[in-house]
């Protein structure tokens, strides 16, 4: 199964290069042949080679989730009609949630890669720079600027 995943794709790489030396009759056809439509009018050819690049990588690899393909939908529909685009949806928690994060707790403290602090506290003020704490470190809530600045 590996040995043929490396055929393919060492084949796969050979014909996706051969793509920059064909003629514009030879991408025409490939196009035709890969996506059983005519050619638009005005493509480039460098979009058209990656185009017929993703069609036949799509074809040895695989296509895209039909999770992705739900996601592009909808950001293409939201786009149409001029919706602000959200690519994750907003996180919400129902009441009796628990939150956890696993630490290396000791008597003394915490260690966080490798180095001793008195609290978690201190851990969390090493890696967000702030003093955040609660559903604000867990990122369930953003401060009341970047609210006022229309960044949320």
Request: proline share 5%.
């Amino acid at each position: 199964m590996k040995d043929n995943f490396l055929v393919n794709t060492s084949a796969l790489a050979h014909t996706i290069s051969a793509l920059g030396q064909a003629t514009p009759a030879d991408l025409k056809g490939r196009w035709r042949e890969l996506y059983r439509t005519e050619l638009p009018r005005r493509i480039s050819q460098d979009l058209l080679i990656r185009a017929l690049a993703y069609r036949i990588q799509e074809r040895v690899l695989g296509g895209l989730k039909p999770s992705i393909r739900r996601l592009l939908a909808k950001v293409a529909e939201d786009a149409s009609v001029r919706r602000p685009i959200e690519l994750a949806p907003r996180l919400t928690l129902k009441p009796g949630t628990v939150l956890l994060r696993e630490w290396h707790v000791r008597e003394d403290g915490v260690v966080f890669q490798g180095k001793p602090y008195k609290s978690l506290s201190e851990v969390a003020h090493r890696i967000t720079g702030t003093k955040w704490s609660g559903p604000r470190f867990f990122g369930l809530t953003t401060s009341r600027q970047e609210q006022s600045d229309g960044k949320v």
